[in-house]
Structure formats: C-alpha cells, structure tokens
C-alpha cells in the first residue's frame, strides 16, 4: 500500500519558471490537502479539496492553482515561481479527520 | 477563527523522565484535536486524536494526551522518554474541513 506519493523529491526553479508538484493517493481518501512547511512556522494549508472537482483555498493561496480531476490526484502548480516559495510542500490525505501524509517536497526558487 | 499554539519551541528531557510538550487551542464549536510526530527528511506521522470522550487519549508508540476543555489544552504526554522519541512534535486542530498546525515542537532526549 503506498499511501500518498509526492513526485519530485527535490527541484530547483529559477525565478518565472512554472512547475507542477505531483500527488497521488491510493486509499480512496475524499480529501486532500497541501501544505507548505517553513522553518518555525509549522505547516501552512495552501489549498484543499473535499472531493473531485471541489477545491477550495487555505491560509496562503497566492501564488497556486490546484484541480482535482480524481479522486485520486491533487496536483499543485506555481505559475511563476517566486523566491517566497523555496519551501517543502506536504500532500496529505484523510477520510476521518486523521491526515496521511507524502515524503514531501523539497523547493528552492533561485 | 481558530488557531492552535505550541508555548515552547524546544523541550529537553532525559532518557527515562517523563515528557510534556503543550499545546492549546481556540476554536468556535467542539474542537477535534490531534498529534502528530516527524522525523528528518519525513512527511509527518499521525499519533493520536481527541474527537470525544475520554479526557485522556493513548495513541502510538506509549504517547497519550489530556484533553483539557477549561484550559483549552491538549498537551501530549510519555511516562518514560525514550532517546528515539527525539523528533519535531505538531499539534493540529481540525474544523471544518480545515486542519490548522502549531508550530512544533522541538523534543530532544538525552541519554
């Protein structure tokens, strides 16, 4: 059982570029949600999705776009990568409350 | 609005003492709370959660958590600390489809 994948691990951006971040679940979960981490800040809900085709925005929404076309897959794009945005992004799962969570990763805007 | 908060940054302890690492809350409602625990390098790991019922949770690996609902607290508790205890410890509260994280906690215990 793989729970929830990230891909990739790590990526280095140069400021403008667009990139996508990868998630997948396989536990049928209903909701998804991404986080970035930031030292000494915890983690931060960016954007969340309580089934396919419903996403809604979290506490630090700007600069992201997200779909749920699945079940399965939230995927998290940046449009125009910003130095604010080097951080770990975190996919996480749930069905009762609990979170499932990815590997993380790991993003460094240059 | 609600939020949850962690008071102190890094907890130190001694192998074999018991260990504390607070954390409170506010919140409109009943309030569901959990723990959650990460290693280096890892995404983060569930340890346990307060829906309702017992003031007291066990959850993983010998961790429980007072659910205090005059103090709105929900401080994670080990009777005897281990040296692989030392880790990043989150308190998360849950509303609404939305699940908001304290800070962490740093835990190092020494042998």
């Known amino acids: 059982n793989a729970g929830v994948t990230q891909t990739p691990k790590f990526r280095i951006l140069k400021i403008g570029q667009s990139m996508t971040l990868q998630c997948t679940q396989d536990m049928n979960h209903n909701y998804m949600y991404w986080y970035r981490q930031d030292p000494g800040m915890g983690l931060k809900l960016i954007y969340y999705s309580v089934g396919a085709g419903i996403t809604d925005k979290g506490e630090v929404p700007n600069g992201y776009n997200v779909s749920r076309s699945t079940t399965e897959d939230f995927p998290l794009r940046l449009e125009l990568a910003a130095p604010s945005q080097t951080s770990v992004y975190f996919c996480?799962?749930?069905?009762?409350?609990?979170?499932?969570f990815g590997e993380g990763s790991r993003l460094t805007v240059l | 609005a609600q939020s949850v908060a962690q008071p102190e940054d890094q907890v130190n302890v001694a192998e074999g003492n018991p260990l504390t690492v607070k954390c409170t809350y506010s919140v409109s409602g009943n309030p569901y709370l959990f723990w959650y625990v990460q290693y280096p390098n890892r995404g983060l790991q569930f340890l346990l959660k307060?829906?309702?019922?017992?003031?007291l949770v066990k959850g993983s690996y010998g961790f429980e958590a007072e659910f205090n609902k005059s103090q709105t607290s929900f401080h994670l508790k080990k009777p005897s600390a281990l040296v692989s205890d030392s880790a990043l410890y989150f308190c998360?509260?849950?509303?609404?489809?939305?699940?908001?994280f304290g800070a962490g906690t740093r835990l190092t215990v020494k042998p």
């Open positions: 307060y829906i309702t019922g017992d003031n």
């Open positions: 996480a799962s749930s069905s009762t409350g609990e979170l499932f």
């Open positions: 998360a509260l849950y509303n609404n489809n939305d699940m908001r």
